[in-house]
């Protein structure tokens, strides 16, 4: 890393085999210098110039007489990370190598110093010199003998170039550090968002789990009831069915006794008797009509548990993503199939439906949302009441009204009603996540669920879902 020292670098190293031509430099670069004789006849023949020489920089100079001398400097100048901001570098210095090559050399140490040929021969055409260095926008020609002001000027501009491009460097290093740095700390905080946003989704798969399992749970009594009930009357039938079984199997056995090839008259008699009182003790006429009652009651009981069962599947799969073709209005009747224990009982149910087309959507989610819905529309009635279910269709979709005669929302709770753990029930009736869970599930689905409320009157939930939908599976 460069020390601050190179922020303001003045170290120039002139490459000449003239001692006297170092001393000049320092005389006009070092030192200001009250004008004499002796410094007006050294400016006569260095610089062909009568003006008062003046220094307006303090320069740090460092004196080379060969070129593999100003090598071995720029080399340890590099090593101690010092670096010289210019060269003055003369062509000719016999013995040693000419100042092109000396150039050539010092580039390939340190590319960033900045030279001035100085010459006073045509030793090197530009395009040799071009075509040995290359062209460079840190290479430049003064011409022997020096202009004073010339010098000053090459010496403080190429200074402050050299300068000015180790601060754009330097800038540039730095704020490729920083954008590295801010880069790192931007991954690091996508990747804990990331592990936040795998987290939520876990957390949100729980919530609808927990707020099924409530819904299920204040069902569970009312359809173990719904299931016991059928399975009862089938239980019953069967040892009905038993019991005709044993008898019809005694008149058969009696029956397949009688071979009248084999029996007299008076044999035959007897067992005709003998099957005709028990035919009448077992009232066989009335045992064969009421096995096909009790095989048709049996059936309707196996069917009603199926039903319930099957529409139980619908909200089996919360944490699926399949989104299939849907029947609403089927899924809402299996939804009161589900709910139906917790309604019959004090709700009267008046189905508004009219015929609507399939949509492609996620049914074990809407059937929640249903299932919320009616399970708050039943508690919202106290003693009786209704619910009523709505289905149509507009140009853009199709929409799902229900609602109850029950209790209505108070204003003050409007703005609330989507939010999630607010409940108006007393503590223990209700998560107050069934109607957050259901918006979040509407909104997946592009629709919008709203609703109107009239305190003491009732509240009616409306539900709008598109024909073409994309679902936004979170």
Known sequence: MMQESTLNNKRILIVDDTPSIHEDFKKVLQTKQEKNDALEAIETKLFESQEETQAQINFELTSAFQGQEAINLVTQAQQNSLPFAMAFVDVRMPPGMDGIKTIKALWEIDP?????????????????????????????????????????????????????ARQAKLNKAELERLVKKRTDQLSKQTQRLSVSLKELKQTKVKLYQADKLASVGQLAAGLAH????????????????QEYMEDIKKFLELQMHLDLSTLNADQIASYKKQLSQLQETIDLEFILDDISSLMKDSIEGVERVSRIVCDLTEFSHVNSTDQVSVNINELLEKTLSVAWNQLKNKVTVIRKLTEIPNIIANGGQLGQVFLNLIINASQAIDTQGSITLKTGQ?????????????????????????????????????????????????????GTLDFTSTLGKGTCFRMELPFNQQQQVA
């Open 112 to 164: 960033n110093i900045e030279v001035v040929i100085c010459t006073a021969y045509s030793d090197y055409s530009w395009d040799d010199t071009i075509a040995t260095l290359g062209q460079s926008d840190q290479l430049l020609i003064l011409k022997k003998p020096f202009d004073v002001v010339e010098v000053m000027q090459l010496a403080s501009s190429l200074v402050t170039k050299w300068n000015l």
């Open 226 to 241: 719904e299931i016991n009930n059928p399975i009862g009357y089938v239980s019953c039938n069967l040892n009905s069915l």
């Open 394 to 446: 507009d140009e853009s979709g199709i929409w799902i009204e229900i609602a109850d005669t029950g209790k209505g929302i108070a204003k003050e709770d409007y703005d609330k009603v989507f939010d999630p753990f607010f409940t108006t029930k007393p503590v223990g009736e209700g998560t107050g996540l069934g109607l957050h869970i259901a918006h979040n599930i509407i909104t997946q689905h592009q």
